[in-house]
C-alpha cells in the first residue's frame, strides 16, 4: 500500500483542519493506521491511532479531546479531524499503517509504511 496525506495549512488558533491519508495499491481496511507528527528540531511523536478493526481508538494526551481519527473504507482514506487547534500543533504530519498487525501501536518503530507530510501551521 502507498499512502498520501493532504488537507494541511495555514489555520488560527481555534480553528479547525481536516487531514486526509489516501491509500493506493492496497486498502486501509486491512491495516492498523496512525498520525504523528513532527515539529522543526523535534523527534516524531504520535499523535492518533486506530486499529484495523476500528474498535479501538487512541490519542497522545496533547490532543485528546480536539482530535479525531476515523477511516471511511469506501473511500479507502483516513482522516484526522483537528479541532480547537494551538500554535504547539505546528508541525509535519504523517500518515502511517502497520502491516503485519491489526492492533494500535503508539511507536514510530511499529509502523513500517509512511505517507509523504503534510505541514499545519497554526498561528495564533
Known amino acids: 500500500v502507498q499512502l498520501q496525506a493532504s488537507g494541511g495549512g495555514l489555520v488560527q488558533a481555534g480553528g479547525s483542519l481536516r487531514l486526509s491519508c489516501a491509500a493506493s495499491e492496497g486498502t486501509v481496511s486491512s491495516y492498523a493506521m496512525g498520525w504523528f507528527r513532527q515539529a522543526p528540531g523535534k523527534e516524531r511523536e504520535f499523535v492518533a491511532a486506530?486499529?484495523?478493526?476500528?474498535?479501538?481508538?487512541l490519542y497522545a494526551d496533547s490532543v485528546k479531546g480536539r482530535f479525531t481519527i476515523s477511516r471511511d473504507n469506501a473511500k479507502n482514506t483516513v482522516y484526522l479531524q483537528m479541532n480547537s487547534l494551538k500554535p504547539e500543533d505546528t508541525a509535519v504530519y504523517y500518515c502511517?499503517?502497520?502491516?503485519?498487525?491489526?492492533?494500535?501501536?503508539?511507536?514510530?518503530?511499529?509502523?513500517?509504511?509512511w505517507g509523504q507530510g503534510t505541514l499545519v501551521t497554526v498561528s495564533s
Open positions: 502511517a499503517a502497520r502491516r503485519y498487525y491489526g492492533t494500535i501501536g503508539k511507536s514510530t518503530a511499529e509502523y513500517d509504511i
Open positions: 486506530t486499529s484495523r478493526s476500528t474498535i479501538s481508538t
